[in-house]
């Protein structure tokens, strides 16, 4: 707790003596926001506490295929370390013979959102494994045969016994093990040089990224949305981003979208057009909603391309120059957007701030051992 309250501490001086700065040259800076700070550890749910062997089964279940509709989406497929626990691609893969809608968002630091996905639909780990294990473009699972699966594996079995207490695997317990290893997932600060910058090493910032961080809280402004330990205000805002082409000319694409729209429970003459991804306004029903998704976490950056919810910017300097221009063309676009006036110069140096706010190195986590396949004991003779 000490360490972290120096964290803290040391947060709130930096942010102050970057507003002093930025006020000194007449920038326009944001107030009233947290400052940037290093992330605390993870709140966990006093119903689902984290053990070892909890999330050594979590680990295993979140490679484990089984847990799919056709044993070939495990949530690694699309959360893959190496990736930045992303997929890579603009457009997550989707389960087989559809495509998804929406760029895979990575699980780094997921622990502390307190809604999930693009749109917050699910409001805790506990909820998000279920969700993108069953979504019918995801994993396409049903909960039953997938329990039943686990429930034909001896070391499951014995696993399950061993962390929850139960004579066999129960689906939902499997969901709370999953929760259990992402909470595990997270950034260490250690590795951070913006977050060992806040713990006194004024060696751990260029002199560019201290620039950039300047930037950052005031004349850029993108503390006002990107602030507070996890970078982000976990709220909701329209960009005017450029829609993802594909859903122009990829068949399966147009197909997803019109029954995202459809399932999702809006009137028919939006569903047979499906002009763009309505985002939060799908579980407001709230026309003012439409085109909102929640502001992402800048931390691990570096590791977690594309960006955005359609993945349509592949670099930092896409989306720095995205922001540079007052985001898109969108008349209903947050009015938080605003042209920057950024010089090239100004550009690198915030993009180096932005690239400090990742670990040195990428989280990885080698692949476990599951479990062989349950192999039925002979029928007895008579």
Not at 101 to 115: C, G
Not at 365 to 380: E, F, T, V
């Amino acid at each position: 707790m000490t360490l972290h309250r120096n964290f803290t501490i040391a947060a709130m001086l930096a942010f102050s003596a970057s507003l002093a700065l930025a006020q000194s040259t007449n920038k326009t800076v944001a107030l009233a926001v947290p400052p940037l700070a290093t992330l605390p550890p993870p709140s966990i749910p006093k119903d689902n506490p984290n053990t070892p062997a909890k999330e050594e089964l979590g680990k295993k279940l979140f490679w484990e295929s089984r847990l799919s509709g056709n044993g070939s989406m495990p949530c690694v497929s699309c959360h893959l370390p190496n990736l930045g626990w992303g997929d890579g691609g603009a457009i997550s893969r989707g389960y087989p013979g559809t495509k998804h809608w929406r760029n895979s968002q990575t699980i780094l630091n997921s622990a502390y959102y307190n809604k999930l996905f693009w749109e917050g639909n699910v409001t805790s780990l506990e909820g998000q494994a279920p969700a993108a294990a069953e979504g019918a473009v995801a994993g396409n699972g049903d909960s039953s045969v997938m329990e039943m699966r686990l429930r034909f594996i001896p070391e499951y079995v014995d696993a399950f016994l061993k962390v929850f207490g139960t004579e066999w695997p129960r689906i939902n317990d499997a969901w709370r093990a999953i929760a259990a290893y992402q909470r595990t997932v997270v950034t260490d600060a250690k590795q951070v040089p913006f977050d060992r910058w806040l713990a006194g090493d004024k060696k751990a910032l260029t002199e560019s990224q201290q620039r950039g961080m300047t930037l950052f809280n005031g004349k850029a402004n993108c503390i006002q949305c990107h602030n507070g330990a996890l970078v982000s205000d976990q709220k909701f805002y329209r960009l005017g981003l450029p829609e993802h082409p594909g859903f122009r000319d990829d068949p399966l694409l147009q197909i997803t979208h019109r029954w995202e729209h459809y399932q999702k429970g809006v009137p028919e003459g939006q569903y047979r057009n499906a002009p763009t991804d309505f985002g939060l306004y799908y579980q407001t029903k709230n026309p003012k909603d439409i085109g909102k998704f929640r502001t992402p976490s800048l931390r691990e950056l570096k590791y977690t391309a594309p960006y955005m919810h359609n993945g349509v910017f592949t670099t930092l300097a896409e989306v720095v120059d995205f922001y540079n221009a007052g985001g898109g063309k969108d008349a209903d676009k947050s009015p938080l957007l605003q042209p920057l006036g950024l010089s090239s110069a100004e550009k690198i140096d915030l993009i180096g701030f932005l690239e400090a706010l990742s670990m040195d190195k990428p989280l990885l986590h080698d692949d476990p051992k599951l479990p062989g396949d349950y192999k039925p004991l002979a029928p007895i003779k008579k």
